[in-house]
């Protein structure tokens, strides 16, 4: 996924599953979800122009996950009459 600032490519990044181009999936591995982790997967739903994620734990006793969503990505559709 590329990352712009201004026009310009500055970076890439890599999501690990996009389902259908509508839900980006971010997998980890470790022993507890922590903050940085959440923060990385908001910022690639901002990236790519998604509205809903989830963030899946396997690392952990049991599976942990966190579903997200961007408000800022949020699509505006006209009211129907």
């Known amino acids: 996924m590329p990352i ?11 999501v690990d599953f996009f ?9 980890k591995a470790v ?14 739903l901002e ?10 734990n396997f690392g952990a006793n049991s599976s942990q996950f966190k579903r997200l969503h961007s408000k800022k990505n949020i699509r505006q559709f006209p009211d129907n009459p």
């Open 31 to 44: 022993t507890n979800l922590v903050d940085v982790y959440l923060a990385q997967a908001f910022n690639y």
């Open 4 to 14: 712009y600032y201004c026009g310009e490519l500055i970076g890439m990044r890599r």
């Open 47 to 56: 990236a790519s122009g998604i509205e809903i994620g989830l963030l899946i």
């Open 19 to 27: 389902v259908e181009e509508k839900i980006m999936i971010e997998l």
